[in-house]
C-alpha cells in the first residue's frame, strides 16, 4: 500500500495561509445544517434525521451539539 505524502513546499504554503487567516477550510452548507436543527428540534432521532438530511449520523451529531452550545439550551435526553 503506498500513502501519498504532502511534500514539504505545499505543506509550508498552507501552514502560512493558516497563520495569515487565509486558509478556512469547507464553508458549512447551512441549508443542510438548518435541515438537521429543525428535524432535531420536531423531536426526530439522530438516525433518523440523518436519513433524511442525506448526511452521516456524526454530521447530525457536530450540527446539533454546536446548535444546543450555541442556543443555551440542553441537550435532549433521548438523542437516538
Known amino acids: ?3 501519498c505524502q504532502q511534500s514539504p513546499r505545499p505543506r509550508k504554503g498552507i501552514e502560512l495561509a493558516k497563520a495569515g487567516g487565509k486558509y478556512a477550510g469547507r464553508k458549512a452548507d447551512l441549508v443542510t445544517h ?3 436543527i429543525v428535524l432535531r428540534s420536531g423531536g ?3 438516525s433518523r434525521t440523518a436519513k433524511l438530511t442525506g448526511c452521516s ?3 447530525v451529531k457536530r ?3 454546536r446548535h444546543q ?3 443555551g439550551k440542553p441537550e435532549m435526553l433521548s438523542q437516538k
Open 57 to 59: 449520523e456524526a454530521q
Open 63 to 65: 450540527v446539533w451539539a
Open 44 to 46: 426526530n432521532s439522530i
Open 1 to 3: 500500500m503506498i500513502f
Open 34 to 36: 438548518e435541515r438537521i
Open 69 to 71: 452550545k450555541e442556543s
